[in-house]
């Protein structure tokens, strides 16, 4: 590739640790609760475990080649026709999850800020900003990261703080109201979205530094463990606060912050969090649309993935205004479709490259 691509391990596990809780964090109480109820903690516990399993994965792979993307992987084991083949609905996929996360974005402001705003304007913008930061490269990525992933966490925590004297300990209770099966059907909404799509880094791990691939696989498994923490306290502050009302409000954590009022000093800082999901949204976007581009200019044979990367954003710029039209819609794709699509697309190449690795004889 024309463009620097080596970072260290502990930038990879930021992107991925951003990647995985960017948009999860505010969007995943609603449909947890709505399906689980109080008992929404316990299934972001099970889709966890999933997520653990498919991270020690990719890791497998990444220890037996370290300098192949998932997609060189696949052809390296099948060859490079039946490999396209079976990474087609992967790209694809990818495609659709880059407009999903961008709508998501779009309905965020058109519901709360920017309600006379035309939603096309909104995607068409933030197609831009992400297009351009994709284009950097993963390096550019990595080093803005940081910061913005820190920020985000501390204004998320100040505003979980500054509600605590509102928390209701009864809203916990019952933890199994209506039985173990709505209990399953929230940790498989949790499982789609967002621990199947972990899948995707398999296309960039080899990007970190040869030195620091030891490491690599401790830094991963800890970020995995701070996103399980981060969803989990975005949960039960929710349920704390809003008790049986956070399966029906969208965006509880924005809620929240609208319930903080003290003395006049402090209150109406809905902003705070409203920076946080546009910062987390527009950072997943970002990674999703650098790992796409990447894949999708490997998948041709071509070198030049700059090149590509305005014409790829356009294509998901498209999608994103013609295809998740209405929010009820979304609300359906992302709770059902999305988990679906993601097991049989992301997953199941995944596990099939993984098992030809362990029956394939050392090279």
Request: hydrophobic share 55%; glycine share 4%; net charge positive.
């Amino acid at each position: 590739m024309s463009q620097p691509s080596n970072i260290s391990s502990a930038q990879m596990a930021t992107l991925f640790l951003f990647f995985m809780t960017g948009s999860s964090i505010v969007l995943i109480p609603a449909p947890l609760a709505h399906s689980a109820g109080a008992g929404a903690w316990l299934s972001l516990v099970l889709a966890w475990s999933m997520g653990a399993v498919y991270l020690y994965c990719i890791l497998y792979l990444y220890r037996k080649r370290p300098d192949l993307s998932l997609l060189a992987n696949c052809r390296h084991l099948f060859g490079q026709l039946p490999a396209n083949i079976v990474m087609l609905p992967v790209i694809i996929v990818m495609f659709w999850n880059v407009a999903g996360i961008v709508s998501e974005i779009g309905l965020f402001f058109k519901s709360t800020m920017l309600k006379e705003t035309p939603t096309s304007v909104v995607h068409a913008l933030m197609f831009l900003m992400i297009a351009l930061t994709a284009r950097a490269g993963i390096v550019v990525i990595a080093r803005m990261s940081a910061l913005l992933l820190a920020l985000m966490i501390v204004f998320i925590f100040l505003v979980l703080i500054l509600v605590s004297n509102l928390f209701q300990p009864g809203f916990l209770l019952p933890i199994l109201p209506h039985g173990i099966g709505p209990l399953l059907q929230s940790a498989y909404i949790a499982y789609g979205f967002p621990y199947s799509e972990l899948i995707v880094f398999a296309f960039i791990l080899q990007h970190v530094r040869r030195e620091e691939s030891r490491r690599l696989s401790r830094h991963l498994y800890v970020a995995l463990t701070v996103n399980g923490v981060l969803l989990l306290v975005s949960i039960l502050g929710s349920l704390l606060v809003l008790g049986p009302l956070t399966g029906d409000l969208k965006y509880s954590l924005f809620q929240l912050a609208r319930l903080i009022f003290i003395r006049e000093f402090i209150e109406r800082i809905e902003s705070v969090i409203g920076f946080s999901l546009i910062v987390g949204f527009y950072f997943k976007a970002s990674i999703l649309l650098f790992i796409l581009v990447r894949t999708v200019v490997e998948w041709l044979n071509l070198r030049d993935e700059r090149l590509f990367t305005l014409p790829v954003a356009f294509v998901c710029l498209l999608l994103s205004i013609t295809t998740y039209t209405k929010e009820s819609s979304l609300n359906e794709m992302v709770n059902v479709v999305w988990p679906l699509l993601d097991n049989l697309c992301y997953v199941v190449p995944m596990l099939l490259v993984v098992a030809a690795t362990m029956l394939r004889r050392p090279d």
